[in-house]
């Protein structure tokens, strides 16, 4: 699992560069940041002298809502000290919660030297002070200085905070504040292994902070299919390694999905799984179920919806492992027990499309390629 930061909690104003709006979510564009070729860092000039994206003059940070429709999302956006790793038992400002795999890990930080960009926030997400959430509800009283409709159908407003006066204020309430890094695990891991990896100087990554207590990410949880294997056969190894079991239908299965309870299903039956309240259901499923079933079988998918990963199950004749709704509590309670969760346990909804807001990295001539 990727390092926690250090605090405290530094979110420092940037020179955003901002694609057009009609640019936004282009997928020629991303396709450009996802499959970078050498000395790419050129196009972002490119861009610039070509009139699609614009570099702000004046450092700052912004305040960001976006979204579609009811589904809303508001945060600040900034520059986030990453440098410093936090030492067992002492403040940390940046919690991961989720492991993530080397390889991606190194293709992303190789992505960042070829390209420089930073082309989407690290979205991070806590319940702030409420005089922060006060400063901001001021700072949306002017209207916003760019507004737009993507690609996708998102609705962007931004303000930016430049007056040094409200960057100050601003980031004296964020400072001892801590926050769960909710989406972009292997992009944090990414910069961590740019830092590591070189003489960096450039110790910062683009971030949101999202006030939960505000316009807030939603939660869900991450399902399994699991292949090779029978229900019945998952059954008798929840049984065999202390868990409780209840038979479920279509109906009442739903219902289970809370708290300390899991649901298996093939498609035909169900069954819920009361899992030791002394973990988080997905570390419940890992370390002790999934070890303990004959065979050990392979995880086919992974599925947001709860009817699509048990049709998966029926259509592969496997079985789905539902897992309850997670709350922003029990992933801090996770990761303070040091273990974290496991990779794709989490999703959180909406996310911004990217190059909305971008950053530019500076980056080493030794960093890794």
């Known amino acids: ?3 926690p930061t250090a605090g405290p909690l530094d979110l420092a104003p940037f020179h955003a560069l901002r694609l057009s709006g009609p640019r936004v979510g282009d997928p020629r564009l991303m396709r450009l940041l996802a499959r970078p070729r050498d000395r790419d860092h050129r196009v972002v000039e490119g861009w610039i002298r070509r009139g699609l994206a614009v570099r702000d003059e004046t450092a700052s940070l912004h305040l960001h809502e976006y979204g579609a429709g009811r589904s809303r999302v508001r945060g600040l956006v900034g520059a986030l000290d990453i440098s410093r790793t936090a030492t067992p038992g002492g403040a940390a400002a940046v919690l991961p919660h ?27 997400v806590q319940r702030s002070p409420a005089a922060l959430r006060a400063l901001l509800r001021q700072v949306r009283e002017q209207p916003p200085t760019h507004q737009f409709l993507d690609r996708h159908g998102q609705t962007h407003r931004l303000w930016p905070l430049e007056r040094a006066d409200l960057v100050a204020e601003a980031s004296g309430l964020l400072a001892p504040t801590t926050a769960v890094l909710a989406d972009g695990h292997h992009r944090y891991a990414a910069h961590q292994l740019r830092l590591a990896s070189s003489s960096e100087t450039d110790g910062r990554a683009l971030a949101m902070v999202i006030d939960q207590d ?20 998952v ?25 300390d309870w899991l649901v298996l299903a093939d498609g035909r039956q169900a069954v819920a799984v ?23 079988p392979r995880i086919l998918g992974h599925e947001h919806d709860v009817d699509q990963a048990v049709a998966r199950a029926r259509a592969s004749a496997g079985v789905a492992t539902l897992l309850p ?12 027990s040091g273990n974290g969760l496991p990779e794709k346990t989490t999703w959180f909804s909406p996310k911004p499309t990217p190059g909305a807001v971008l950053r530019q990295v500076r980056v080493a001539v030794d960093a890794p390629s």
């Open 214 to 233: 505000d316009l807030p990410l939603r939660i869900g949880a991450i399902h399994r299919v699991l292949g090779g294997t029978r229900l019945d056969e």
């Open 235 to 259: 059954v008798r190894a929840a049984r065999t390694t202390g868990f409780t079991t209840e038979d479920a239908d279509e109906t009442s299965a739903p219902a289970f999905l809370e708290d």
């Open 325 to 336: 709704r997670p709350s922003l509590a029990s992933i801090e309670q996770a990761v303070a």
């Open 274 to 296: 009361r899992h030791p309240t002394d973990q988080v259901p997905s570390r419940s499923l890992h370390d002790r179920l999934l070890p303990a079933i004959e065979g050990r």
């Open 1 to 3: 699992m990727p390092s």
């Open 98 to 124: 989720e492991r993530v795999q080397d390889r991606q890990t190194r293709d992303l930080a190789s992505r960042l030297v070829t390209t420089t960009l930073d082309p989407a926030p690290l979205l991070l």
